[in-house]
């Protein structure tokens, strides 16, 4: 079984910041492309950014520009830094791996965005 843990939401005013944090436990090994994801209120989950272990990314167009996505492979930990957020980019957030495993879903984290 592998979890994930995020953490580092709250609440921020339009233009702000928030550094998101990722932490994967159980059995997984460190070869795996990392992704964030996030659900906002009436709407489906999506993908937000992903990060192969040899460090390729892939961003959605909305956050490109805005969101950097990294990680320690040796840790099994990850980080997506959200700079000049918007009130659309409300939502909670989550990571996984890419494609996520639907048995790993960890709580997620609330990011808020309003002024």
């Known amino acids: 079984q592998v979890h994930f843990v995020e953490s580092g939401g709250g609440l921020v005013q339009p233009g702000g910041s928030l550094r998101l944090s990722c932490a994967a436990s159980?059995?997984?090994?460190?070869?795996?492309?990392m992704g964030w994801y996030r659900q906002a209120p009436g709407k489906q989950r999506e993908s937000v950014a992903r990060l192969t272990y040899g460090g390729r990314t892939n961003s959605a167009d909305s956050v490109k520009g805005r969101f950097t996505i990294s990680r320690d492979n040796a840790k099994k930990t990850g980080v997506l830094q959200m700079n000049s957020l918007k009130p659309e980019d409300t939502a909670v957030y989550y990571c996984?791996?890419?494609?996520?495993?639907?048995?790993?879903w960890g709580q997620g984290t609330q990011v808020t965005v309003s002024s």
């Open positions: 996984n791996t890419w494609p996520p495993r639907e048995d790993s």
């Open positions: 159980g059995s997984i090994s460190s070869i795996y492309t």
